[in-house]
């Protein structure tokens, strides 16, 4: 496949009932689209595709945006409108109705941008309707479209010794942008108009990434006026999708067209992906939709991208309104495990410092001895971060010098050792006061019960607080628990905002402008919201903290579940657990570990659970060993983990989930890596066990034949099922575990 990258080349066509000429890209830049010859026969799971993201055009003279996996496909004439939207493998059409690129809503004027009206039905979209089809009066209509190499959203900082290989940042793609403006047919049926409307630009981004069916769509409006305007309201995507089901009667759930759709205007998720939905991303009723076979026509079939509040922006002349980013990822599968590796990689690409995962640990106290202690235990066996912890007494919102100092002097300490340091600080769920809280509407609470207005003074000195701390100490972790939760404020004396309308926005761009500037400082973001799109590292992996109190036995299998559950959308590294080393929440010397060499064979199980995962986990107590057979014990495990990083940073594939009454497993593949996977077998039983499992090895990339190797052992050649499986017998220690590692043949 051949990259077209080229700019500002255009031949002009006048376009009757426009007013206004259209420029078209050069039709001979474009290679002609055929989609037997360019899309690929591999499978982007567990090989490089080799294709790239392109453009070319059809034997209809549409635009086919391609990278051999998925396309998108627009018309270009009578105006710009998505007439296709396939995943190439499979063969699946995810469009069924054209509807307009986008929607803003300016100075109160409501305007759609492009999109095409005459469709006869709604159920699916034929070639030669579309040229009966007309531009949507009084609309944008497209102008000119450029194909663009992709640039980075915000600055990253790699942290490469935290990551199992090195990712590209921004991810291999390339950028197709059209542009619209105002026709004279908008201003002859609105004589009253404005004519600073005339000077104001609308583009469409698109974004499609190589190697991967993943696309990303934005909107931007350039004010050219030399009058302020408000952007009211926007939809960044509407999108007539094939329905996921179909159903004649009502329903309270419904399964939705099979594709993930999440955005970067995300905020109180907590540890969960689905933080777009009724937030940013809305599968909608389609009205337009009389024929589908929904009695009373509620099928969400319908995508629609916009923010439920605003934004209400203003964009003064010359200047560029940018909405959140879209990404769409088309599945091939509804295989869960599938659909979630596909997910995974997406973030990988999208988001890559998520595979950031550094050994960390809590230490409960802020003075200079419990902090200095601490650093030394973690470099003395491996890990790699520490973190002054909530109660520890740390405080980054103490400005005075002789604070700044101190914190300073301990990075400076932990930096000599090789360990990042940094701590806790809460944003939400707290009061300020009466001033600076968020004042919500009638019938409306804060998510958090309590939450100050990040454009209150309060909060605009709380952010220059963080500015300040960090540039000042050099710090480089900040565990921020609370983020953000997307509360709206009806204030009209906070400086930060005029009122309800855009209080959301602004709040948002504030802390999403701070973690932006964390990624390009290589600041360690741990944030239990999922703020993965704008830079934060990790969130929960997803557990109850008052299991913690329970007796040590049950944690332990609690635990393993935990990670079980919480991987089906998370890599290992993008969520953390947690180890009470001392009380926590109660539950007496039963749930406690501390003496840590008093409970090693708890503590031992504990560190397989986790670093067998990949997964860190937040190690809270003043210590990390009390003797030296504690040592051994944790270096031990840190030491198979950093041994076996890459695969075990890989995805998991889930085998058998806890429940204390059999074996449970969980098999780590990176198909690009040496090592291709690696199974972890834990045995909860009293009594040593033996099992003959089979285990499906398709997503290491493993075809012909594979060498085995347990607990370090010699490697042993093996050849695989013709589905890719191998078949092994595994004997597990009671209360332990084994693992196996797979490499090529």
């Known amino acids: 496949m051949t990259r077209i990258i080229f700019k500002k080349n255009f031949v002009f066509l006048i376009c009757v009932g426009w007013g206004l000429a259209m420029a078209?890209?050069?039709?001979?830049?474009l290679s002609p689209y055929n989609k037997e010859m360019l899309k690929t026969n591999k499978d982007w799971l567990v090989e490089k595709t080799g294709t790239h993201a392109g453009l070319f055009r059809d034997t209809g003279g549409h635009l086919v945006f391609t990278n051999g996996i998925i396309s998108r496909t627009f018309a270009v004439t009578p105006d710009l409108a998505t007439i296709g939207f396939e995943h190439?493998?499979?063969?699946?059409?995810?469009?069924?109705?054209?509807?307009?690129?986008?929607?803003?809503?300016i100075d109160g004027r409501t305007f759609e941008v492009g999109g095409l009206t005459g469709q006869p039905i709604q159920n699916y979209l034929l070639p030669e309707w579309l040229k009966e089809m007309k531009p949507i009066s009084g609309a944008f209509h497209m102008v000119s479209y450029d194909l663009l190499n992709v640039t980075a959203r915000f600055l990253w900082m790699k942290r490469e010794e935290w990551m199992p290989r090195d990712l590209p940042w921004p991810y291999p793609g390339a950028d197709l942008v059209f542009h619209f403006a105002l026709g004279e047919d908008y201003f002859q049926s609105h004589p009253e108009a404005p004519s600073y409307l005339r000077e104001v630009r609308v583009n469409v981004h698109y974004r499609l990434y190589d190697d991967m069916p993943v696309i990303s769509k934005w909107v931007t409006v350039e004010n050219f006026s030399k009058k302020e305007l408000v952007i009211d309201r926007f939809k960044s995507e509407i999108l007539g999708v094939t329905e996921g089901e179909s159903s004649v009667g009502v329903k309270d759930h419904w399964k939705l067209p099979n594709m993930t759709v999440e955005t970067d205007y995300e905020f109180g998720g907590g540890m969960s992906s689905d933080a777009s939905l009724g937030k940013s991303v809305f599968?909608?009723?389609?009205?337009?939709?009389?024929t589908q076979v929904n009695y009373q026509r509620k099928t969400p079939c319908l995508l629609v991208c916009k923010p439920q509040w605003g934004p209400a922006q203003e964009v003064s002349p010359g200047d560029t309104f940018s909405t959140f980013r879209v990404w769409e990822l088309l599945h091939d599968s509804w295989d869960r495990e599938r659909m979630g590796l596909e997910q995974r990689r997406m973030y990988r690409a999208i988001a890559p410092w998520v595979t950031e995962n550094p050994i960390l640990m809590h230490v409960r106290k802020a003075d200079n001895k419990s902090v200095k202690k601490a650093i030394d235990q973690c470099a003395d066996v491996g890990f790699e971060l520490v973190i002054m912890t909530f109660g520890s007494g740390f405080n980054l919102e103490d400005t005075r010098q002789t604070n700044l100092n101190r914190m300073k002097e301990l990075a400076d300490y932990a930096r000599s050792k090789g360990i990042a340091l940094g701590g806790y600080s809460l944003l939400a769920s707290r009061h300020i006061d009466a001033a600076d809280d968020v004042v919500m509407p009638p019938g409306m609470k804060p998510r958090f019960g309590h939450s100050p207005c990040l454009q209150s003074k309060w909060g605009r000195e709380y952010f220059h607080k963080l500015y300040n701390f960090y540039e000042k100490?050099?710090?480089?972790?900040?565990?921020?628990?609370?983020?953000?939760?997307?509360?709206?404020?009806?204030?009209?004396?906070?400086?930060?905002?005029?009122?309800?309308?855009?209080s959301q926005w602004k709040q948002f761009s504030e802390i999403a402008a701070f973690y932006h500037w964390c990624r390009s400082r290589g600041i360690y973001l741990n944030v239990p919201d999922w703020y993965f799109l704008n830079g934060s590292n990790k969130t929960g992996m997803g557990y109850r903290e008052t299991n913690w109190s329970l007796p040590r036995k049950q944690q332990e299998i609690i635990e393993r579940q935990n990670i079980y559950d919480g991987t089906w959308e998370k890599t290992p590294s993008m969520g953390w657990m947690f180890v009470p080393l001392v009380q926590y929440h109660g539950g007496g010397a039963a749930?406690?570990?501390?003496?840590?060499?008093?409970?090693?064979?708890?503590?031992?199980?504990?560190l397989a659970n986790l670093f067998g995962a990949g997964v860190q986990a937040c190690y809270r107590g003043p210590e990390l060993y009390d003797a030296p057979q504690t040592r051994t014990l944790v270096k031990k495990w840190v030491d198979f983990y950093k041994k076996h990083r890459e695969v075990l940073d890989g995805d998991i594939i889930h085998i058998r989930r806890p429940d204390g009454r059999d074996y449970d497993a969980i098999l780590h593949v990176n198909p690009f890596g040496q090592e291709k996977g690696l199974l972890?077998?834990?045995?909860?039983?009293?009594?040593?066990?033996?099992?003959?499992?089979?285990?499906?090895?398709?997503?290491?990339?493993l075809r012909n034949g594979v060498r085995v190797s347990e607990r370090e052992g010699?490697?042993?050649?093996?050849?695989?099922?013709?589905?890719?499986s191998l078949t092994l017998k595994v004997t597990i220690p009671a209360h332990g575990e084994t693992w196996f590692v797979f490499k090529e043949e």
């Open 283 to 290: 599968w909608e009723e389609d009205s337009l939709y009389r």
């Open 88 to 105: 190439l493998i499979t063969g699946e059409s995810f469009l069924r109705s054209v509807r307009p690129e986008a929607e803003v809503v």
């Open 714 to 724: 010699p490697l042993v050649s093996s050849s695989l099922d013709r589905d890719y």
């Open 680 to 701: 972890m077998i834990y045995n909860p039983l009293h009594e040593e066990i033996t099992r003959t499992i089979k285990i499906k090895l398709y997503y290491t990339g």
């Open 24 to 29: 078209v890209s050069a039709q001979e830049k």
């Open 591 to 606: 749930a406690t570990i501390e003496p840590l060499k008093e409970h090693l064979s708890h503590y031992g199980q504990r």
């Open 473 to 502: 100490t050099g710090q480089d972790v900040l565990e921020h628990d609370g983020s953000y939760p997307g509360d709206v404020c009806a204030s009209t004396t906070h400086p930060g905002h005029r009122g309800l309308e855009d």
